[in-house]
């Protein structure tokens, strides 16, 4: 069998229309890494996009490791040092999906060298970080134009992104409450391995950081304003937990413990936090790893004088919506099935019923930000908008520290 | 058409068994009356009582309503003075149904008289009050045998009770988040009137008291401890409703303003709070009647280390059960159809699946009262429970003015 | 403690106010004259009725257990022999709850003295019979103004009233389909007895008589026009079971077996049948004793060019409503929670959200058929429409026994 | 900015590791062409295949489309006839997603030009035609190693695979009944325009063969037996529609009208039918497009006597099981969320809770038949299976066509 002579690979897809690249280069092939591949490879054959996403760089540690990860997800080439990465000329973006510990070095020298970057959330451990790095995007955007993006990628879920618009339409009314959750249940079990994500130092903090960013952005997203301050409690149910075996994790390093020993969960395991909205909207969050039976449960629900919405992330194809303008003989909570093509981002995929999954949201994500680096605009969210989430993050810590006081959120 | 002679009516279920009678006196007859009425009607055709419950008296200030409000539910005569009704020899057990400012008066007047009291939730309107009640319970039972319980009728649907049960069995493990609400929406119109419920001076308190403490008590026994302390926002969305229409209502005598005009609101229109239970438990709660299209939304979820469960009161024949000791592969939470035979109180009612309604929990407090009765023992929720209740709506209550701060339970 | 004198009993409900009563007599006492008694009991007293119902007499073969059921039921006296029963001058309605096989009996002789007469469905347990009652039945209405209404109680759930208010006010437009399942699983264990329900000359039927006589009711009546013809499979899946094993269990005699022996079952355990209303929509319907794990799931789905509505009996406070009319960028199938006040039968019950639940059903039958009785107009369903439905249910077994060959159903 | 030098591309995932090519022509690109499209590209990014698939060539009748389309959807060349294509030497593959008409004559060419078939269902318009490639199939595998497959996608949802499996294990016992729809509602619109899924002699059939065919081969695959016998009604219930408007459609050519005139249906609209498999369970079977409401509504559920399963394709990640032999008190439907790594198709994807969608069945489908050519056996679906499927559909018709009588489906 001989192999075909190819005009264009899918990573290059609109080639042959003229359209320019934009050559992305990732550092980190883990989870996200992975997502993000899927991402790029696929928004230039779902969508007619101004620019085509080339897969061209992979970074990672481990020579070996990056290859073969590069091979599985369609990278071109690899690099072992995100500096070398940052330093190519044939890189125009480049995409962080490492821990939160590296967001803030790789993203401000990959900012100074021009490049348009793209990182995972929680922007950064600290708020200190992520004023730098805010900063940093804002400098790169009026002297360059370069452009800066955060990943918080559950607003292009077509049911989110539906909730929005259909707030923004003002079809909720003046808002009331704003009730989310993100539960999950993955350290239920008291013997998973302490891994990065349980190590303050690496993961800056645990369900907080890791859960409770994606639903404090999500959240404001939705309503439209901002959080005015919050109150909270965080727990650490089980605090000695066994280190992760043997070298080939790769995350246990430094961690202080033989192989086979225990070492201490730094990071909170759960935060329940209540605030209030701007307008007076009260709001809770909870956002754990130890709700038994719940995998993936981003739960929200806002109830306006007008209507309410309610979502949630394991069905997520699913938007409920109650019109409360309907007389209440035939008002009800409905589903309304995002699956029509005058859904937000619908438009490219399959007939209605055929739902879409997680990793859709990656897809979108690298969709809406094609169009902004092609417009020059500003993404969102931005650095900014990372920033001030981060700052929600600093006042429920804040507050959990403080004895649960009402903390308000800095500007 | 003549009329049959008769040899017993229902509120004598049991007469030719030789049963001994409960005389119950009323005081009160709206919305809890009504449904108080229906469990006293119908427990003793349902299940097979020790005493024969008798509808003897109900009490109400105005003599032509509560003649007809006897008549249509069924109570031999009526009284228009519950010191009257007190101080009657046939009456042996008081319910009260009355808004929670005259609990206290009418319970400690009951008790010193010498009869049972049922009172309704919450207690009192204020801890002091609640504490009298406690006493007062506590001194006739242990000189008279005389016997308190308070109206926490949730306790009482089917898949609380087998909730409460499966915990108590140790079907969850140790316990890691607790999160319950009580949403309902009919404060949701502005132009909704300013009946007593919104007063202070009569209801005491309002979404925290009306459904906070049901959600309290709820998810204190289901948990089988106590909360520790709490943290609290509350908030009054509309401050200004219209003052009830005519004298029809009976409810806005005094309220200091023509039937035309408005006046303030007083109470709270919903509560979020957040607490720890004694053993580590996080808790989440939100109580309010601005929740859009929610119109008695009491949900819960129970998480712990070997199971979760999960309750809507808008589907009260359901519970949710997650198994964490299955494999994952086949594990999910499973919906339980609370309608077998060897389910809590299903024993005298239909075949499987044949479910029940919200009424059928006054039903079942009748017996589980009468049981008591009979036994000589304290029936749950006691006096004392309810007023541990109270302590938490209080506490509630003074985080809420303390900006949030985390306030333990006084024991 | 002294019995109090009382003015009135449960039974009694509106004799102060001198509203004539209703004096009914009951046959039977199992789980449909418990249901019933409910019913005739409660309605008085949720609803303002122009007649208030007296449970004046019960009768049953068992002295004793007659006497016991009375008790407990409500009723005032007791007969042994349904001749009796109908003989008293003090019975204005004759109330059927036993097995089929005795319905038309006892219905002719009730009619032809004078009474009106309730009877439980299937009407009867051949067309033959069926039509002798619906023949006596219009004379008796013609000729001396007495009424009879069969007992197909799911019409008065509030939701199917609701949907087949929605369907009348043509909220679904020209119908294309109709799909309804009635499905419990009691069978399903191999061990279980061959009860009268198993016993074609007792209960006529099976699953067909039991389960399909309320779905070809049912949805007949909401869609509001008559099916023209079916064509069926049937299965008897356990041919071979267990007598009953004692004197008490009353319902084996004349088995022809020792009563630790097995027997024959003789009528069908399930049957799935398509057809075709006149109109031109499609139907199926599927009735069964062996769907394992679901209780009493009578579900039914309308599909019409405007909308489609859903229900399921085992959450019986809800309809589902889709409307096609709406963009489709916001339609659904909404959960109406029927509860609200304007809802069928709602105005006599509790707040929304405070769901009813299965032997509501026999209130609201009790309630209308105490309307029509003091209008002096037919009630619905007649027995000519449970003549109708008898017709549909023999062409069912017809198209069965003829090679699922479409069977025209006779006017 | 430069276009890097790519060692592979997506297409070639795995050519690092030295894996052969397996090179795929593919015939069509509406909407199942972009659906195997994502498949192909996808499939070997995400599993560890055996060979990796080369998206080679697109073929289309209209040169500029087919380009744009291969574009769009990364195949490297293109052919705007199919049989230049099957000459090719480089195509080892032919994938067919052509409408029924032309399956039977490309899949045979391609069979005698040794390629391996992939062939979209229903496997053809007529029996005869089925018949002649399952004959084809069955030489070409024996003669010469090469491989068909029919492509019923829906055996491939992780939900469906893990039912399969349950029912293989025994889990639901001796199965009773077996329930099935299929519901979608884009005809609903009167307007909607007579496209070639319309025509008889285009599509074969209307619901019946779209959706039809995946219910039948899902319930015989989930259950593992055949069918035996069938008993069916077929509607069309708008008879006349509006020709579609212009060349640009594509699909209408030779309809014989004016753009803008009508035309005449020439299939089924619904298709409502039962049946019994071989072992004597009770099926019922339901296809429409006119479920208004319903957008992609596969719905099945199976009661066996130790067990029942159900699913929704609207909702694909959850697989609901009832397993009747835990204790009634616990039982209950419970909901798996089929995203655990043990779950099939799953150890490539995302972590629990992480939902797939709609084309990740054709990713899947991909990834199988890789494997079944990498081993040189017959993948499932075979064409013999496709066949019998069409058995099924055209004792459907058979029996649609003779009064409903029941029609064994031939061997």
Redesign the interface.
């Known amino acids: ?17 003229g359209k ?2 934009l ?1 992305v280069g990732m550092v980190g092939y883990a ?1 996200m890494g992975a ?1 993000h ?2 991402g790029w ?2 928004a230039g ?1 779902v969508f007619d996009l101004p620019l085509r996403p ?4 992979l970074c990672g540690r481990d020579a070996a490791a990056v ?1 073969a990860a590069a ?4 990278w ?2 690899t690099e072992t040092d995100w500096r070398a990465l940052i330093a190519r ?2 890189v ?1 973006l480049v995409d962080i999906c490492t821990p939160g510990d590296s967001h803030a070095e790789i993203a401000l020298a990959a900012l100074a060298a021009g490049k348009h970057v793209l990182c995972e959330k929680p922007l950064a451990n600290t708020v200190e970080e992520a004023e730098t790095m805010a900063h940093a995007a804002e400098t790169a955007f009026t002297t360059r134009g370069r452009l800066a993006m955060v990943g918080f990628n559950y607003r292009r879920v077509p049911a989110t992104a ?1 909730a929005r618009r ?1 707030v923004a339409e003002g079809r ?1 009314g003046p808002l ?2 704003v ?1 989310v ?1 993100y ?4 350290l ?1 079990d ?1 013997e998973f391995p302490l891994t990065w994500r349980l190590r303050k130092e690496l993961a800056g903090s645990g369900s907080l950081g890791d859960l409770g960013a994606h639903i404090v952005d999500l959240a404001q997203h939705l309503v439209g304003e901002r959080l005015a301050g919050v ?3 965080t ?1 650490t ?1 089980v605090r000695q937990r066994p280190l992760p075996g043997g070298p080939s994790s790769g995350l246990a390093g430094g961690a202080g413990g033989a192989a086979h020993g225990t070492g201490t969960v730094t990071v909170d395991d ?1 935060a ?5 909205f701007a307008s ?1 909207a ?3 969050f ?1 956002a ?1 790893r ?8 981003l739960r929200l ?1 806002l ?6 919405l309610a979502f949630d ?5 699913e938007l ?3 019109d ?1 303008t309907e ?11 995002v ?2 093509p ?2 937000p981002y619908l438009d490219g995929w ?11 949201t990656f897809v979108h994500q690298a969709r809406d930000l094609v169009h902004a680096i092609a417009e020059g605009r500003v993404p969102e969210p931005s650095f900014a908008e990372g920033l001030q989430v981060q700052r929600v993050l600093a006042a429920v810590e804040e ?1 959990a520290e403080k ?4 903390t308000p959120i800095a500007d």
Chains 1, 2, 3, 4 share one sequence.
């Open positions: 069998m001989e192999q075909p002579q190819q005009s264009a690979g899918p990573e290059e897809a609109g080639a042959e229309a320019p690249p050559r989870f997502a591949s899927q490879r696929t054959r080339v897969l061209t760089a290859r091979d599985r997800h369609g071109a080439t000329d044939d125009d539906l259909m909720l009331r409450h009730r959750t539960l999950q249940d993955w239920n008291p109150s909270a409690l727990e149910f759960a329940v936090f209540t605030g209030r007076g009260l709001a809770s909870e754990t130890y709700a038994t039976g719940r995998k993936n449960a629900e109830n306006g004088e007008r209507g309410s992330l394991e069905r997520l194809n409920w919506f109650h409360a007389p209440a003989v035939h008002a009800g909570f409905r589903r309304i099935l699956t029509e005058d859904h399959w007939p209605p019923g055929h739902g879409l999954g997680y990793e859709h507050s004895n649960s006081v009402y």
